[in-house]
């Protein structure tokens, strides 16, 4: 299996950028997505093949990187984004990062 | 609009069968896409445990391979999750969604909470 390793928090004020990493133990080129799940709901997609923002979703989410490293951005934070982040490969059998808990500073 | 909804029991003892549905609308499975089933435990952690794809094709998560069976009922536009000799370690948020490969899963369902307890 392909490992994603996340780090776990990341404390944020409002209005800031927020950055997020995930990488992976093996490439995945650039077949990572990233999902956001708020509490009690389902993972929503955000960005899909690294850098593609899904349908609906605002231009302050972004994503990038290749291979094995990668990143996940919102710039600026909205109070609305608070939530946990999680990281997805489709290179290989799908695999999750274990999720950032995105928290206000 | 497509929309993904689970539905089964939210109570299974160890060593039996966890049967769970995921209804359609909006979409027709046999169209396109892999139809997958995903879980997540508490603790936060999530695991892919299969999909069935457009055409009947499946395709399971090795570390449950000897358990799972997903299938399908094509009239109804439902699939369907099945894990055998389930045991607490089972118990999680079961969420069925769809995929195109690389493209992620851009349609969820709500969710289903399964307990596993005698």
């Known amino acids: 299996d392909i490992v994603l390793t996340q780090s776990p928090a990341l404390a944020v004020s409002l209005g800031q950028r927020a950055t997020i990493s995930c990488r992976a133990s093996e490439s995945v080129r650039s077949s990572m997505h990233w999902y956001q799940q708020k509490s009690g709901q389902q993972p929503k997609l955000l960005i899909y093949?690294?850098?593609n923002l899904a349908s609906g979703v605002p231009a302050r989410f972004s994503g990038s990187g290749s291979g094995t490293d990668f990143t996940f951005t919102i710039d600026p934070v909205e109070a609305d984004d608070i939530a946990t982040y999680y990281c997805q490969q489709s290179r290989n059998d799908p695999t999750f990062g274990a999720g950032t808990k995105l928290e206000l500073k | 609009e497509i929309q993904l909804q689970e539905s089964g029991p939210g109570l299974v003892k160890p060593s039996q069968s966890l049967s769970l549905t995921c209804s359609v609308t909006g979409y027709t499975i046999t169209s396109g896409y892999d139809w997958s089933w995903i879980r997540k435990f508490p603790g936060n952690k999530m695991e892919w445990m299969g999909y069935i794809s457009y055409s009947g094709s499946t395709n399971y998560n090795p570390s449950l391979k000897s358990r799972i069976s997903i299938t399908r009922d094509t009239s109804k536009n439902q699939f369907f999750l099945q894990l055998n000799s389930v045991t607490t370690e089972d118990t999680a948020t079961y969420y069925c969604a769809r995929r195109r490969r690389n493209y992620g899963y851009n349609y969820w369902g709500q969710g289903v909470m399964v307990t596993v307890s005698s």
């Open positions: 093949g690294a850098s």
